[in-house]
Structure formats: C-alpha cells, structure tokens
C-alpha cells in the first residue's frame, strides 16, 4: 500500500534489430512513449518543505527523465554494442571502424552505455550492451533513473517501474525488485 506518481515523455528514436527474423532488423523509427512511476519508500508523503504532501514533485521527475532519456535519445539513433555493421558506417574521419568499435566497447564497459553525436555526419548515437527492444530499454532507463529519483527524493521516493509504449498498442514494462 502507499502513493504513486507517474510521469510520460515523448521521444522520436530510430533503431533496429538486428537479429530480428522480420522487418525489425531494418533502421526504422518510433515515437517512443516513456512512462516512470515512483513511489514512496515508506508508504508515506514527504511532511513538510517544497514537495510536502507528494511522493516527488512532477516537475522534478520530469527533469530526470528528460536529463536521462530524453537528452542523450530523442532524434538520435539507439543501437545495439554488437550491431557492428550499422555502427561502423559512423565512424567519426580519422578513425578506423576497428578502432572506434573498441573505443565504444570501453565506454560501454565503463558507463553501461555510449552517447555521442562525435560520429561521421554528427549522427546522434546512443549505444547499450544489447539490442533496444522496448524490454530492454524498459530496464535500461529504469537503471539509469533509478538512483536520480532516489537522490531528487532525499530517499523518500524510489522508482518502481518504466514502462516503454513502442507503439500506440504495444509497450514493455521494467519493474523494481
């Protein structure tokens, strides 16, 4: 038992899949609808200062989200660390798809995750250790929003759930523990 708050936010994302039997596994793009849902570590609403009464303040979710999710994706490209085929075509001039192929395979091992628009063309790219099914990148904003909800709240909120609408009927949910 407890509150709950829910924050959407729209954003246009290409990707593909590239091991997808169907047309998946060409670039293609979606108008992603993401959903966070907080809720109240203690069962209880915040008792005085600026947010008393809520569980988290909207506008504060809404900066995380957009810092998180809407920043480092919206009109970029999501891919896979394994889809070498399309990552390669973005190699910034100078460096070798090999070598830029390693220097994203470190910054992925280190962080969990790439963002640059230092490619070939200037393409924004967002790279994660595994394909950008709405699943996985239900679980992945949950991970990177998670402790930004945590420290927003001062630990009175925790994210419990990311909800990810590839389409208007279609959607994948990450949920806490």
């Given at each position: 038992?407890?509150?709950?708050?829910?924050?959407?936010?729209?954003?246009?994302?290409?990707?593909?899949?590239?091991?997808?039997?169907?047309?998946?596994r060409?670039?293609?793009?979606?108008?992603?609808?993401?959903?966070?849902?907080?809720?109240?570590?203690?069962?209880?609403l915040?008792?005085?200062?600026?947010?008393?009464?809520?569980?988290?303040?909207?506008?504060?979710?809404?900066?995380?989200?957009?810092?998180?999710?809407?920043?480092?994706?919206?009109?970029?490209?999501?891919?896979d660390?394994?889809?070498?085929?399309?990552?390669?075509?973005?190699?910034?001039?100078?460096?070798?798809?090999?070598?830029?192929?390693?220097?994203?395979?470190?910054?992925?091992?280190?962080?969990?995750?790439?963002?640059?628009?230092?490619?070939?063309?200037?393409?924004?790219?967002?790279?994660?250790?595994?394909?950008?099914?709405?699943?996985?990148?239900?679980?992945?904003?949950?991970?990177?929003?998670?402790?930004?909800?945590?420290?927003?709240?001062?630990?009175?909120?925790?994210?419990?759930?990311?909800?990810?609408?590839?389409?208007?009927?279609?959607?994948?949910?990450?949920?806490?523990?």
């Open positions: 038992m407890g509150f709950t708050v829910t924050r959407q936010i729209g954003i246009d994302a290409g990707h593909r899949i590239a091991s997808h039997g169907s047309k998946c060409h670039l293609h793009g979606h108008r992603y609808l993401v959903e966070a849902c907080c809720r109240t570590a203690s069962g209880d915040r008792a005085d200062g600026e947010q008393a009464g809520m569980v988290l303040d909207f506008g504060f979710l809404k900066e995380e989200m957009m810092a998180h999710i809407d920043a480092p994706c919206d009109h970029g490209l999501i891919l660390l394994a889809d070498h085929q399309i990552l390669s075509m973005f190699a910034p001039p100078g460096i070798g798809p090999a070598d830029w192929l390693d220097h994203l395979a470190a910054q992925v091992r280190d962080r969990g995750y790439v963002q640059t628009a230092d490619t070939a063309l200037g393409q924004k790219l967002y790279v994660i250790p595994y394909p950008p099914t709405a699943e996985w990148l239900a679980r992945h904003w949950f991970e990177r929003l998670a402790p930004a909800i945590t420290a927003r709240s001062d630990g009175l909120a925790v994210l419990d759930r990311v909800t990810v609408w590839e389409t208007p009927n279609c959607y994948a949910t990450y949920t806490a523990g």
